[in-house]
């Protein structure tokens, strides 16, 4: 909308380097791969391979064990896997998954956020160094204006048309408005180093990226922002508070399940061998080393049921809380717009008003020097037309950055910047084949180049109700 190349730039910067974000990333990727997990949980819990090979000496002071004829030292191997595989009756690890893919796009809408207030905060910083920048340079040309003034006053006095006072007057005025430089510069260094930090870089000079330029971003004098209250649905605050409310409804599920009884199928195959009895260790290759096992079991906790029916309603508390939670967060939102709105409308209003302020400041001014000079006025005439006009330059400095800013804030209030991530990973090329290297991520790191699916879960335009996508498993 500001049509600024420079903030343009800043903007692609941040979202390819800030470290913050980047951390935030990580977290989608977690999300991920807990996903994951739950998935699994739906299949066979328990799939172990196991094998051993043990020399074996069973006790010769033990009235229980075989005669002591029979008993010798021997060897023992063994090969065999055992399945567990606990059914889904009561949907509880459907509901895991629910829950689990949830979240998962809850830290997606997570991310987003982060971007929206990643972008937010590059755009306002950045228009205050712009209107900082602008002071500055009031204040500089100010100063000038009054060191002619303070000239003026001295030449008078030595010429005998004007007293000391008028001198120290003008002494004076000029050296408020000079102290007023370092004050603004330290604000301008403060704003530098945060831009720094937004950026992901360190400190280091930043006049090449800024460019010669210390214009405020200007607006358009029109801006259709559509309807708000159709456009604060895309903010990802309130997907995360929708999303973590259907995560949390899905844990209800999970601890209702408990209530009732588990079945489960067991079974063990492998093979076993000994060289007692002129057996021998290699038969546990052979069928008569076989031996399995298998059948249903069920497990009830049927004297848990004050445990179990207050942890189902810990859980729908939690939930109660999730949706006031998200309730609260659409209230927000729409203070947030109209907010903005207020201070973006209002402030163009203040500006026009700022300007006709300043124009006739400087008239003021020209008038007051003319008429002193002719010795109409006496000098304080001059040091008030003078701080009249540097205060109204001021003021309009400050009331341009105010529009640009309200601007910044409408389109951050509407939750608008988080589309830049496009079909881009979640985290930097390069944190994504350090992590690669370092653990087999598989499909859920892709490599470099492979498009990124579109976020599920995320309202288009023609959506007026969107609800989160089922779990995709």
Avoid: C
Wanted: hydrophobic share 40%.
């Amino acid at each position: 909308m500001f049509h600024d190349p420079v903030l343009d730039r800043l903007i692609r910067i941040a979202y390819e380097q800030n470290l913050s974000l980047v951390s935030t990333g990580t977290r989608v990727l977690q999300a991920r791969a807990e996903l994951g997990v739950a998935i699994g949980e739906f299949y066979p819990q328990l799939q172990q391979g196991k094998g051993s090979m043990i020399y074996d000496r069973p006790s010769h002071a033990d009235p229980t064990a075989a005669p002591q004829s029979l008993i010798r030292n021997f060897w023992r191997d063994a090969l065999g896997l055992t399945v567990n595989w606990e059914l889904d009756f009561w949907g509880k690890f459907r509901r895991g998954i629910e829950s689990a893919d949830a979240a998962y796009l809850a830290s997606i809408a997570g991310y987003d956020e982060a971007l929206v207030t990643l972008l937010g905060d590059v755009a306002t910083t950045y228009i205050g160094i712009r209107t900082l920048q602008t002071q500055i340079q009031i204040a500089r040309e100010n100063v000038v204006k009054q060191k002619k003034a303070l000239a003026i006053a001295e030449a008078k006095f030595h010429g005998g048309t004007a007293t000391k006072l008028d001198v120290y007057q003008a002494e004076n005025v000029l050296g408020a408005t000079e102290a007023t430089i370092p004050q603004l510069t330290i604000q301008l260094k403060q704003g530098l180093n945060a831009l720094r930090v937004l950026l992901g870089m360190a400190p280091q000079p930043l006049d090449e990226l800024l460019g010669r330029s210390t214009q405020i971003p200007v607006p358009p004098k029109d801006v259709a922002v559509g309807i708000p209250a159709d456009l604060v649905r895309r903010r990802p605050d309130i997907r995360a508070a929708e999303l973590a409310a259907a995560a949390q409804s899905a844990q209800i599920g999970i601890a209702e399940a408990d209530l009732y009884p588990a079945f489960s199928l067991l079974g063990t195959f492998g093979t076993v061998a000994s060289n007692i009895n002129g057996n021998k260790l290699s038969q546990v290759f052979q069928g008569k080393g076989i031996t399995f096992g298998f059948g249903p079991s069920f497990q009830w906790n049927i004297l848990n049921y004050g445990q179990i029916t207050n942890t189902v309603r810990v859980q729908d508390a939690k939930l109660q809380g999730l949706l006031v939670d998200y309730q609260n967060a659409v209230l927000k939102a729409q203070q947030q717009v109209e907010d903005g709105l207020a201070s973006f409308l209002k402030g163009r209003e203040q500006v026009e008003y700022l300007r006709s302020s300043v124009a006739a400041a400087d008239a003021a001014l020209g008038l007051a020097i003319l008429q002193w000079n002719l010795g109409t006025r006496d000098f304080t005439t001059v040091l008030t037309a003078e701080q009249n006009l540097y205060t109204a330059q001021n003021n309009l400095a400050m009331a341009e950055g105010g529009v640009s800013t309200g601007l910044a804030s409408v389109y951050r209030a509407l939750g608008g910047g988080w589309q830049i991530r496009a079909e881009n990973e979640f985290v930097p090329a390069s944190t994504a084949e350090e992590m690669r290297g370092r653990t087999n991520w598989g499909e859920l790191l892709p490599p470099p180049g492979t498009p990124q699916p579109p976020a599920p879960g995320l309202p288009t335009p023609a959506d007026v109700n969107p609800n989160p996508r089922a779990p995709q498993w």
